[in-house]
């Protein structure tokens, strides 16, 4: 986990806005887990569990940015915790791995992880107590995944980095052929001479695209954690929900990937022609 030099200011802000917010109400249920027990298998749904805790906490100074991204390993996810100060706490990556390799694969275990995420930084709960019901079941011997190996041509290199880019362009963290276009330069820069299917594979062609690719990944991130963070802001003086945001940029309600630049910059713009909630003070 990284953060800023001094927490102080943020930590007794969190103090605050953990003491004040509730537990999300159940307003989901998962079949896969449903018994005969009442009420099993309910739990909050993203949409309850961000308008439960983000509103508490931006009365408090507080911002909570998520930035999805990709490895390897799949969807990973950081969760940043802002105060008006200027201090942060950051999350180490999450990474879970997609059911399927595809956007609605990702779109789910990303879902999944910015619910649990956010139900973690405010220490509440947001499914149903079973009582030990699912953790008594016997439990499948774990499969580990092969380690990956290096690309042996350029062609494999190149495919490799359009299925990334692919996995960036789902999480809505680029464009196609940004990321392309960054790894070239990256390698003529480094004295890679000519087009990346010319470069000598495995090394040094493979180091200076992975080298690359995570630089280019940090870049993406960095270039929406101020945005998300204004997004949260304003919802709160606009007295508005990010459901309705997301029914305002034509994104359905159970949108998870997360917003892409241009995504995030409409959703600035439309929340800043909304009036502000009147402010009310004691009399």
């Keep these: 986990m990284n953060h800023s030099d001094s927490i102080a200011l943020l930590s007794k802000a969190l103090v605050a806005a953990q003491a004040e917010v509730a537990n999300p109400s159940l307003d989901a249920v998962n079949p896969h887990f449903a018994t005969a027990r009442k009420g099993a298998g309910r739990y909050a749904s993203l949409a309850e569990v961000r308008n439960t805790i983000v509103p508490v906490f931006a009365k408090h100074g507080l911002a909570i940015v998520q930035l999805p991204g990709s490895n390897e390993r799949g969807p990973s996810l950081v969760t940043l915790l802002i105060h008006a100060s200027g201090e942060f706490l950051e999350s180490d990556p999450l990474i879970l791995p997609a059911t399927k390799q595809d956007a609605q694969g990702y779109g789910s275990a990303l879902t999944y992880a910015r619910r649990y995420a956010l139900l973690a930084l405010a220490n509440v709960v947001g499914e149903d107590d079973d009582d030990g019901e699912v953790a008594s079941q016997p439990v499948a011997a774990p499969v580990h995944a092969a380690k990956p190996?290096?690309?042996?041509?350029?062609?494999?290199?190149?495919?490799?980095?359009?299925?990334?880019?692919?996995?960036?362009?789902?999480?809505?963290?680029?464009q196609s052929g940004e990321l392309l276009a960054a790894v070239q330069k990256a390698g003529n820069k480094a004295g890679l001479i000519g087009h990346l299917l010319e470069w000598p594979c495995p090394e040094p062609a493979y180091g200076v695209a992975r080298d690359a690719i995570d630089a280019f990944e940090r870049g993406c991130k960095g270039a929406t954690a101020i945005q998300m963070g204004r997004i949260d802001e304003l919802l709160v003086r606009k007295g508005q929900h990010y459901v309705a945001?997301?029914?305002?940029?034509?994104?359905?309600?159970?949108?998870?990937?997360?917003?892409?630049?241009?995504?995030?910059?409409r959703g600035i713009a439309w929340l800043s022609s909304l009036q502000d909630v009147p402010v009310a003070t004691g009399g």
């Design 149 to 174: 190996t290096k690309p042996a041509t350029g062609r494999e290199l190149l495919e490799r980095i359009k299925a990334r880019e692919a996995q960036m362009v789902t999480a809505h963290l680029c």
């Design 245 to 265: 945001l997301l029914d305002a940029l034509a994104l359905p309600a159970d949108h998870a990937a997360g917003l892409d630049r241009d995504q995030a910059s």
